[in-house]
């Protein structure tokens, strides 16, 4: 490659080659309406309410207004609808899945009708908090040239101290050479997306305007980005509750999380230079298990006796993550040859065939804080309404290693890209007659990500995904009705969630964002049966 181009690189020192990132932590953190179809057609805002199982994720204290035995359990379908739209070239992906989405008890106990305790009700639930499965596709032309090579060139430049390493990097032989020489050993704690672009010629040689030999990339002509992500994290909560004489109602919940998260995606560019054309593709595979846990502590007031309006407050601690991410990259390359540029060259570098195995790393996440404050009321015995506003620094969230120690560098990003979020619940539902009921609810969350947030990968970075999306605020909406016998009932929602995003395949400051547009609708059931 004759011509050159000036960068400089996003990547900063770092103390480690393993770095999660504010983008990994906002995919646990960050929830979702869900639970029964009941708790989903009243927008979630049940927490004054009450007498609802799902509330014992959000007010632990309205298990205490149950005064029966309770059991259901829930399903349904997903559709997810993701439209992005790069420099105007648009594209649209749909996936539909099904989904076990809640089962939880309540055990009532009556104590008295005259004791300063009325009942005592202990209960569990299960619900998916959070669904990832999504798929999106993104793509078009790349303006000026901008290329995800010029990345991988200033990743490898900000960590070889010398061209030489360049040629060497290149020139290791997997089938000849033992793995004392290999490029992706730790010592020489080199970034790996580097060390690929350099191992499959997507980063080579050239001189800057002073004659200065330095990596460079190719010019980009054209990308195609596509996504697919499944899994979810599911959510046990046991919880304990109490009525005081029918006017205060106090609750704790101890909630365990398992995540279970699943991404795979593929980048594919077109590059030339000097009238020389190519192609390269990159596949990233990560898989993210791991299980965390955290307490709620909710409180129910009713002020007033005559009065069914009730004022409810809940706090919940951060979760304590513990998790493990494996990695493991792919890149191909059709290049013109070096020696003979009328022939062409085909690599393929697998990173698990230098490491007997995929990139592994435990680490911990805390997550924020978060306070909720609710109301609810019911009218001549047919109308209940709620309203619930809950907040979340997100970035006070931190990333830890396996000791304990802070991600200092990580959590400084984190720190500077995320912000409070601030979540609004309204719901009501109203009975039609004795047996049926029509509910309506609707959510506003605040964005979690600045405007200049971005992905920051270490120079020296055993990870090789580059892109990010910074989500905006979204809106919720709901519908629901319900049918509830003398011991069984059966409850229906619909739920319509939208919120667009800004998505970059690569840091580059110029990088235009891929403008997405995502939507989910969920029909959820739920069976049950109070005795």
């Not at 059991?71 to 997903?78: H, V």
């Not at 951060?318 to 040859?337: G, H, K, Q, V």
Request: charged share 20%; aromatic share 14%.
């Amino acid at each position: 490659m004759k011509s050159v181009k000036l960068i400089m690189s996003m990547a900063l020192m770092s103390a480690t080659a393993f770095a999660q990132t504010g983008y990994d932590a906002h995919r646990l953190i960050d929830t979702e309406l869900n639970g029964t179809a009941r708790f989903v057609g009243m927008g979630g805002a049940m927490g004054a309410l009450g007498a609802d199982v799902s509330v014992i994720g959000t007010n632990p204290a309205g298990i205490g207004l149950f005064r029966r035995n309770d059991f259901s359990a829930s399903f349904g379908f997903n559709n997810n609808q993701v439209k992005s739209d790069f420099l105007g070239n648009t594209m649209k992906e749909t996936h539909t899945a099904g989904s076990f989405d809640q089962a939880g008890f309540v055990y009532s106990m009556k104590i008295g009708n005259r004791t300063n305790v009325r009942y005592l009700n202990f209960g569990f639930n299960y619900h998916k908090s959070k669904n990832f499965n999504n798929l999106f596709s993104a793509g078009g032309l790349l303006e000026d040239g901008m290329s995800q090579t010029w990345q991988m060139s200033g990743l490898i430049g900000g960590a070889v101290e010398s061209i030489d390493a360049l040629e060497q990097i290149y020139a290791f032989d997997l089938a000849k050479d033992d793995y004392s020489k290999s490029p992706y050993r730790n010592e020489l704690n080199y970034p790996y997306l580097g060390v690929m672009g350099v191992r499959t010629d997507l980063v080579g040689i050239g001189t800057d305007k002073d004659g200065k030999e330095m990596p460079i990339g190719w010019y980009g002509d054209q990308n195609y980005y596509n996504s697919r992500e499944e899994g979810g994290i599911h959510q046990y909560d046991f919880n304990v509750a109490v009525n005081v004489q029918d006017r205060m109602y106090f609750g704790l919940t101890l909630g365990v999380h398992d995540v279970d998260y699943t991404r795979s995606t593929i980048y594919s560019e077109n590059i030339f230079d000097d009238n020389i054309e190519g192609y390269y593709d990159v596949m990233n595979t990560m898989h993210t298990e791991g299980t965390g846990f955290d307490v709620k502590l909710g409180a129910i007031f009713r002020p007033m006796e005559d009065s069914p309006f009730r004022l409810g407050f809940a706090v919940h601690t951060p979760i304590w993550y513990e998790l493990t991410d494996i990695y493991n990259t792919a890149m191909y390359s059709e290049l013109p040859d070096r020696e003979d540029p009328s022939k062409t060259i085909e690599v393929n570098e697998v990173l698990s065939d230098y490491l007997d195995g995929e990139v592994l790393q435990d680490y911990k996440l805390v997550t924020p804080w978060k306070f909720n404050v609710n109301m609810g009321t019911t009218f001549a015995g047919i109308m209940a309404v709620g309203a619930e506003y809950e907040y979340a620094d997100y970035s006070s969230a931190k990333l830890r290693y396996v000791d304990g120690v802070d991600m200092e560098n990580q959590n400084q990003y984190l720190n500077e890209d995320m912000k409070g979020v601030h979540t609004l619940r309204l719901g009501m539902e109203t009975r039609v007659t004795d047996a049926f009921s029509i509910r309506a609810g609707y959510n506003y969350s605040s964005a979690a990500f600045e405007k200049s947030a971005y992905k920051s990968l270490n120079w020296n970075d055993m990870r090789a995904d580059t892109e990010f999306n910074n989500k905006f605020e979204q809106n919720t909406l709901t519908l629901g009705l319900g049918y509830h016998g003398r011991m069984f009932y059966v409850d229906a929602a619909y739920k319509y969630n939208i919120y667009k995003s800004d998505f970059y395949a690569f840091s580059d400051e110029a990088l235009q964002a891929t403008k997405l547009t995502n939507e989910r609708h969920q029909a959820l059931f739920t069976l049950g049966v109070r005795f």
